[in-house]
C-alpha cells in the first residue's frame, strides 16, 4: 500500500483533500494522513515513510518549500508536490529549485487534474532521470507557470482560465 500525507494549515482544506482522494483510491491501495501543522508533519516524516507528500505553501511557522525541502533530505525518493494559491513566479521557482517539487498544483484546484497528478506522483521515481520531456515540461512551466496545464472544453477547445466554453453560433 502506497502512503500519502497531506499538509495545510486549513482543516476545510485538509479534510476536503482527504474526501477528494478517498472518493478516488480505495483504503488497500493508498492510505491517507492529514496534518495541519508544519512541524508536526516533518516529526511525522521522521517516524513514518510516505510515498507522496502534498503540502500548501503559505503556513505559519514553516512554509511549504521549506517543509518539502527538508522531506527531500529524508527522503529523497518521496514525491513532493505543492498546493497553492500563490502562483507568482518566485515561489514555483523556489518550489521547483529548493523542493524538487513534482507538481504545483493551484488552488483553486481541479479535482480531475488533481488526482491524476497524484495518480502520476504515485508511480513516479523522483531519483530516475527525468525524460527529455519531462525536462522540457519543466523548464516550460518554471518559465511561465500553468503552460502545461490545459482544460479543454466538450468540443475539443482549449479553455482559458475563468471563461466558460460559448455554443456554436452564440457569443
Given at each position: 500500500m502506497?502512503?500519502?500525507?497531506?499538509?495545510d494549515d486549513q482543516t476545510p482544506v485538509l479534510h476536503a483533500l482527504r474526501r477528494l482522494v478517498q472518493r478516488h483510491f480505495k483504503p488497500q491501495q493508498l492510505g491517507v494522513e492529514v496534518c495541519a501543522d508544519p512541524l508536526q508533519a516533518l516529526q511525522r516524516l521522521q517516524q513514518a515513510h510516505f510515498d507522496v507528500l502534498i503540502s500548501d505553501y503559505r503556513m505559519p511557522r514553516l512554509d511549504g518549500v521549506t517543509l518539502l525541502a527538508r522531506a527531500r533530505e529524508l527522503d529523497p525518493r518521496m514525491v513532493r508536490m505543492m498546493l497553492s494559491a500563490a502562483a507568482d513566479f518566485g515561489t514555483v521557482l523556489a518550489a521547483v529549485n529548493r523542493a524538487g517539487v513534482f507538481r504545483y498544483i493551484t488552488?483553486?484546484?481541479?479535482?480531475?487534474?488533481?488526482?491524476?497528478?497524484l495518480r502520476a506522483a504515485l508511480v513516479f521515481d523522483p531519483c530516475a532521470a527525468p525524460?527529455?520531456?519531462?525536462?522540457?515540461r519543466?523548464?516550460?512551466?518554471?518559465?511561465?507557470p500553468g503552460i502545461t496545464q490545459v482544460e479543454w472544453g466538450p468540443n475539443g477547445e482549449v479553455l482559458m482560465p475563468g471563461h466558460l466554453p460559448t455554443r456554436p453560433g452564440k457569443l
Open positions: 502506497k502512503r500519502l500525507l497531506i499538509v488552488k483553486p484546484w481541479s479535482e480531475s487534474q488533481l488526482i491524476a497528478d525524460s527529455a520531456d519531462e525536462r522540457e519543466r523548464r516550460l512551466e518554471a518559465l511561465e
